[in-house]
């Protein structure tokens, strides 16, 4: 359960905040952040990130600067994941 009487659980937004730190981590916005993890979790994804404005396409395109998040971090990242409890 991720839910309470319609309001989401502390520890979930907890853990929420502490993943985006992570992507947000080195200077990234949260954009970059989850563009990094994708480039992360495989040599063969190529993502294509949606856009609306020039400045979000020049976001993705920075994106590039950072890389894909290191070992670590997709580590700190997959110990806080969420998984779900079927009760």
Do not use: C, H, Y
């Not at 905040?17 to 992507?23: F, G, Q, T, V």
């Not at 396409?57 to 290191?70: C, I, K, R, S, Y």
Request: aromatic content about 8%; cysteine-free.
């Amino acid at each position: 359960m991720f839910f309470k009487e319609g309001k989401p659980l502390p520890e979930l937004l907890q853990k929420l905040n502490a993943i985006k730190e992570i992507l947000r981590s080195d200077g990234r916005t949260l954009a970059q952040g989850a563009l990094g993890w994708l480039w992360a979790k495989s040599d063969l994804t190529i993502p294509i990130p949606g856009f609306k404005t020039e400045r979000q396409v020049e976001e993705n395109v920075n994106a590039m600067d950072f890389g894909p998040l290191t070992l670590s971090q997709m580590k700190e990242i997959e110990e806080l994941s969420f998984t779900p409890q079927i009760n």
